[in-house]
């Protein structure tokens, strides 16, 4: 069984940080790709930053947390990180892991982790 574990959410004023993490555990090899979404009230959920690591190694990023967030993966603890720096009201949401993998091929989901921005 695979299981995700996230933590680092909290409440912070705008400009302030906060760094995610997701730790993935269990029977799961070839791990191909790791990102963060989100979901604010009344919205649906959308990506924010994303690790690809097949041939190479690429980030992406949503525009609007881009020169904010950085996402960074530790392939030895099977762990990916969000910081956000400089965060936004707007960034208040609930933030999710997602890892997918080759072996087994598989779409796993974290349980969520909220960060509000706010004064």
């Known amino acids: 069984q695979v299981q995700l574990v996230e933590s680092g959410g909290g409440s912070v004023q705008p400009g302030g940080s906060l760094r995610l993490s997701c730790a993935v555990s269990?029977?799961?090899?070839?791990?191909?790709?790791m990102g963060w979404h989100r979901q604010a009230p009344g919205k649906q959920r959308e990506p924010v930053a994303s690790t690809v690591s097949i041939s190479s190694n690429t980030t992406n990023y949503q525009d609007s947390v881009k020169g904010r967030f950085t996402i960074s993966r530790d392939f030895a603890k099977n762990t990916v990180y969000l910081q956000m720096n400089s965060l936004k009201p707007e960034d208040t949401a609930v933030y999710y892991c997602?890892?997918?993998?080759?072996?087994?091929?598989?779409?796993?989901w974290g349980q969520g982790t909220q960060v509000t921005v706010s004064l």
């Open positions: 269990g029977s799961i090899s070839n791990i191909y790709y």
């Open positions: 997602n890892v997918r993998s080759f072996t087994p091929r598989g779409d796993y």
